[in-house]
């Protein structure tokens, strides 16, 4: 049983450039969040997603953007890349956005911006 | 979003228990206590959860004070591969989880 997959797990952008992260849920999960964890710090909730809808968004601006996938899977994409993004991004599934319910993240994207 | 606080670091030894506390005095009646932890590099990995009554799983136990404004994760024998950073998160509506900056559990063997 395939746990929480991400991709890529390291990539480097430039300062201004976009950049798009993907994500496949636990097997028999449909709902997707994603978070952001800066170096030394816990991480950031930045959207769930749940029947291909933005169900709940953290405090992060409009360049944070997301999409859900009929078959569940997730990306992520960040517009006008700013040097205060470098960080991991983590992604996180779940069956249903319910409160009870155990949440299983990935290992991570490492993105660096230069 | 209901905070939890927890110690910045513990220290236990190798082969003995480990109690981890943790306070949420502002805990909704309808929020899970979550506990994840992390090692450096890597996501979060789940450790346990529980609404009002104690809980157990392979890995740790959650023990939930009566009023739930107070919760400890109890490892019952501490290795070397439980030293992380430990969260407490409450989860409310939606299943979102507001990590705070957990506490740094220290295993000496």
């Known amino acids: 049983d395939a746990g929480v997959t991400q991709s890529p797990t390291h990539l480097i952008k430039t300062r201004g450039q976009q950049v798009t992260l993907r994500c496949s849920p636990k097997s028999g999960h449909d709902t997707v969040s994603w978070y952001q964890q800066a170096l030394g710090q816990g991480p950031q909730f930045i959207f769930q997603y749940y029947e291909e809808e933005e169900r709940q968004r953290g405090n992060f601006p409009d360049r944070f953007s997301g999409h859900q996938f009929p078959n569940y899977s997730s990306e992520l994409n960040v517009n006008a890349l700013l040097l205060g993004d470098s960080a991991l991004y983590l992604c996180?599934?779940?069956?249903?956005?319910?409160?009870?319910?155990?949440?299983?993240f990935g290992e991570g994207s490492w993105l660096t911006v230069v | 979003d209901a905070k939890t606080t927890q110690p910045n670091s513990m220290e236990s030894n190798e082969e003995e228990p480990v109690h981890l506390p943790c306070n949420h005095s502002t805990i909704s009646g309808t929020d899970y206590i979550h506990w994840y932890r992390q090692l450096p590099s890597q996501g979060p990995e789940y450790v346990i959860h529980?609404?009002?009554s104690n809980v157990n799983n392979r890995m740790a136990s959650l023990a939930i004070a009566e009023d739930r404004k107070s919760s400890t994760l109890i490892l019952h024998r501490a290795t070397l591969r439980d030293a992380a950073v430990y969260y407490c998160i409450l989860a409310g509506y939606g299943n979102k989880l507001v990590f705070g900056a957990g506490t740094i559990l220290r295993v000496k063997s």
């Open positions: 529980g609404l009002t």
């Open positions: 996180a599934s779940s069956l249903l956005p319910s409160s009870g319910n155990t949440i299983y």
